[in-house]
């Protein structure tokens, strides 16, 4: 989405931008005070709770403000963001971001840095996968534990009702979300608006917390906790869980009604609510069981903590949606960079593109955020193991900005290390905090993330030997071409379009049916279609069209790494360019190969990796699948290939 927002539309946008990027971000005060104050021993003198406050406050200015906001949200790719979308910008290698398919195709640069490069864009796509499963969990756990605080004796409820919420959101995601999603918007303004207003009337009672802002503070209540100082980073770090949304969702809403809702209402809200709540800790002997609730006024608790329960509850299952559609987004995302195995994608919306729905992560998550909520039953507990995937991304996503602005923006090497550097001192300081996790719990995300990075790299490097092996076998169209001549070649009525990835005209598989058959249909059509690095491609540039003698044609189709494929489209614009194919007329040929055991020559994948990558294979939506063409026009020729 271009920047140049229409004024009449930028309201609406960023009413969009509440609800699509901040849920998570701003559920975090559900939990964030609580969890840091309970892990340093509960003491919540003034000092105390002024110096966390302190670090807060800094960790939003200095990470999402200045990180997010400023930086890493100008390395866009063509208008897309999140880590896929800048993993295949700083690997492409022309400047317009077009391409050729990821993993050994001519759009990206060669060699150990392109390879490096995208294995950190994966490792840290596989950790939001990991954080996938956690945030759900956490974040409807710590509002309906508000329960607690409203009613102790129905505490037993939480666990139960916590589940069936969870259950429940997984379980709609196949009907979609395009008519309750009008309501993400509105929900999130409600919140921040309370949570704000609750946070200055709490303020107003014990301004002096307002000292806070002094950074001092926070660096004082660091340096009085010694080494114990690492497990509060930790937990402050709980208060920038979300922040990569405003990279990630760029593409959905927009850079400028972002950026706009966060300066202009999302960060003051936030403020206002921990400020409150450190407020309302003021004068107290013990730290209460949540001090989120803290900030309703003692003369209307009895009663608003009910609404602001629900409202709690409503703003984490947002959080969850919105977690759950970018896992759905970056799955597709991956597979047409050819970073992931195909899966069934459907779209369950006619008018919003993003609005999909992909079974096997949708049970897959579900899975394994109830598995999760049963182990840690509170999100307390889960709080232990909340961070590590989300720091360790974020710690990645530093160093591809790095390559971003050396690379893309122009920047001089002491510029770019000024910068990067900046902020990788403050994520290797979060990544350190978080590491302390790892045996509370922190190595679950961990695994399910190099679980799925496994996955990707061997995905990858599976698609490209295979690539590598198809170049191999291709024709010289002069030979080819030569060869029907002297052979005196029949041609026989009808069209037959050969589906490839390769960018040349005559693949093998063509040249096989002509010497199995010994005859040729009297129009060929070889047809290349590319996913590019790129978000979109023009319309003017979808289809290129080069012809030769014989009635031989070669077609190249080009998508997006978001577009949808639309082949009998794209063929009517390739009739347009004059090459002779009717899609309701013509049979469709493509091969779909079984992957074995290379026995003779070198082999392209390790063991272990090909018996993964076989499986894959085999079990993938393959890509002639995802053309929707019809199955009484179209012949799959099987082969084994040895790698």
């Known amino acids: 989405m271009s920047d140049a927002q229409q004024p009449a539309k930028l309201p609406a946008h960023m009413l969009a931008a509440l609800g699509i990027v901040y849920g998570d971000l701003g559920t975090s005060p559900l939990y964030t005070m609580q969890t840091i104050l309970s892990s340093s021993g509960g003491d919540i003198s003034a000092a105390s ?66 390879g490096v490069l995208i294995s950190i864009g994966l490792a840290g796509a596989a950790l939001i996968y990991g954080d996938g499963i956690l945030t759900p969990s956490i974040s409807v ?39 309750i999603g009008k309501l993400f918007g509105p929900v999130m303004l409600l919140w921040f608006a309370t949570i704000g207003v609750f946070g200055a009337i709490t303020l107003a009672r014990h301004p002096e917390v307002l000292a806070a802002i002094n950074p001092l503070l926070g660096l004082r209540y660091l340096a009085h906790h010694g080494t114990a100082s690492l497990i509060v980073l930790g937990g402050v770090f709980l208060s920038l869980t979300g922040a990569e949304a405003l990279y990630a969702d760029m593409g959905h809403v927009g850079r400028r009604p972002i950026r706009l809702a966060w300066y202009g209402l999302v960060l ?43 409202l709690a509850t409503c703003a984490t299952i947002i959080a969850s949606q919105a977690i759950i559609t970018g896992s759905f987004s970056m799955t597709r995302q991956a597979i047409q960079l050819g970073w ?81 550097g900046f902020f990788l001192v403050i994520d290797l300081a979060f990544f350190s ?41 291709v024709a010289d169209p002069e030979r080819f071409l030569a060869r029907l001549r002297e052979e005196h070649v029949p041609r026989v009525p009808g069209t037959t379009v050969f589906l490839t990835r390769l960018y040349l005209p005559i693949p093998a598989l063509m040249v096989s049916h002509m010497e199995q058959f010994g005859v040729l249909q009297e129009h060929i ?35 997006g790494f978001v577009e949808i494929p639309d082949l009998s ?16 007329d013509a049979l469709f040929i493509g091969r779909r190969d079984e992957i074995v055991r290379e026995r003779t020559g070198r082999r392209r994948l390790l063991g272990w990796q090909r018996l993964l990558f076989g499986f894959l294979y085999r079990n993938a939506v393959h890509f002639v699948d995802r053309f929707h063409l019809p199955a009484d026009h179209l012949v799959e020729v099987g082969r084994r290939i040895g790698l």
């Not at 200095?62 to 910008?89: P, Q």
């Open 49 to 114: 709770v002024t110096g966390v406050l302190s670090l807060i406050i800094w960790a939003l200015l200095l990470i999402v403000s200045l990180k997010y906001g400023l930086f890493v949200m100008k390395a866009d790719n063509h208008g897309e963001g999140g880590i896929l979308a800048l993993t295949s910008l700083v690997t492409s290698r022309e400047p317009s971001g077009s391409g050729t398919p990821p993993g050994g195709g001519r759009g990206e640069r060669g060699g150990l840095r392109t």
């Open 141 to 179: 756990l710590s509002a309906v534990e508000g329960v607690k605080v409203a009613a102790p004796s129905l505490g037993h409820l939480v666990l139960p009702v916590a589940l069936a919420i969870l259950v429940a959101l997984f379980a709609l995601q196949t009907f979609g979300t395009a008519r």
């Open 268 to 310: 003051p809200a936030l403020l206002l609510c921990y400020a409150g709540q450190s407020a309302s800790l003021i004068g107290l002997s013990k730290l209460p069981d949540n001090p989120f609730y803290g900030i309703l006024p003692d003369a209307i608790r009895g009663w608003a903590i009910w609404p602001l329960l629900v």
């Open 340 to 420: 992931f195995p195909g899966l069934n994608i459907r779209q369950t919306s006619d008018t919003e593109y993003g609005q999909i729905y992909v079974a096997a992560v949708n049970w897959l998550l579900m899975i394994f955020t109830v598995a999760i909520t049963l182990a840690f039953g509170s999100s307390e507990r889960l709080a232990g193991a909340y961070g590590m995937a989300v720091s360790t991304t974020m710690l990645l996503t530093t160093a591809l900005l790095f390559s971003y602005l050396r690379g893309r923006a122009g920047w001089s090497l002491p510029a770019s290390l000024a910068v990067t």
């Open 433 to 473: 905090a978080n590491l302390l996790k790892f045996f509370e719990g922190g190595f679950v995300p961990l695994l399910a993330g190099l679980l799925v990075f496994l996955l990707m790299d061997s995905w990858r490097r599976g698609m490209g030997a295979l690539r590598d092996l198809a170049h191999a076998e």
């Open 525 to 559: 059509v070889t047809l290349t279609v590319l996913f590019e690095q790129r978000p979109r491609v023009p319309v003017a540039g979808r289809v290129s069209v080069q012809p030769y003698e014989a009635n031989l044609w070669h077609v190249t189709v080009r998508y």
């Open 569 to 584: 489209t794209a063929l009517e614009l390739a009739r347009e360019k004059g090459c002779p194919v009717i899609p309701a």
